[in-house]
């Protein structure tokens, strides 16, 4: 396995700012899961540990050549990333409907379902042109099929993170707990934003157009992280 010399801009793309984000992720995991591990806590720390998995697979394939694989460490890494909306929905819906309604079968069967489904984009890798090209720098470039398939997928799994969202902050009659939760709200908003803009880098393969969203992504999701966390981590972690 031969490894290439790394362009300054991609070593501190990959290493420095996904470097510095998943170490961020991975510290509010921990804080979370410090003072509890109850099933709430586990579930909401999955949103920050399932994005870390995926840049740290990240870390490892960004200075190969072998395209069988940087191509399949690529599917990793799309899969732990962008499968992390899933556990919002999960503790949204614990939070609305209590661990009693939302038991441990429920959440399994939810959880898994939708990795079946983040897990089936595997197809595409295997059909040619449906699914992911690198180009000099290997940078991954998607095909409109696979751009289609993860927005579709990821809506499916962000709509109803929202919606439920929504639904936990008109149950609230505690004003400093709705204060507090409009920050969750906006907090998974910004890192909502921060991937339709990987998706919509990935498929357009524009250098300038990925530099932008680097650095504007990498704000995004730090910031929405972090409010995330203001609004609930700090409660349920009690």
Do not use: H
């Amino acid at each position: 396995m031969t490894l290439y010399a790394m362009s300054p801009t991609r070593i501190i793309t990959v290493y420095g700012a996904q470097g510095f984000m998943c170490a961020f992720f991975l510290f509010l995991a921990f804080k979370i899961l410090k003072r509890d591990r109850k099933r709430l806590n586990l579930i909401f720390s999955g949103f920050y540990i399932s994005p870390a998995i995926g840049f740290i697979i990240n870390f490892i394939y960004a200075p190969l050549t072998d395209l069988s694989v940087v191509l399949m460490l690529n599917f990793l890494t799309n899969f732990f990333i962008f499968y992390s909306v899933i556990f919002i929905v999960v503790f949204n819906l614990i939070l609305l409907k209590s661990k009693k309604a939302i038991t441990t079968r429920k959440q399994l069967t939810i959880l898994i379902l939708y990795g079946i489904a983040m897990f089936s984009m595997i197809v595409f890798l295997f059909i040619p042109g449906f699914g992911v090209t690198f180009n000099e720098s290997l940078s991954p470039i998607w095909s409109p099929p696979f751009f289609i398939y993860l927005v579709v997928i990821e809506t499916i799994g962000m709509l109803p993170a929202l919606y439920l969202s929504i639904q936990v902050y008109k149950k609230f009659e505690d004003e400093i707990l709705k204060k507090k939760w409009k920050f969750f709200i906006f907090g998974c908003c910004f890192i909502f934003t921060f991937m339709y803009g990987i998706f919509i880098s990935n498929a357009l393969n524009i250098d300038d157009f990925r530099t932008v969203i680097g650095l504007v992504g990498l704000i995004l999701a730090l910031v929405g992280a972090y409010m995330m966390y203001y609004g609930v981590g700090r409660q349920i972690e009690k």
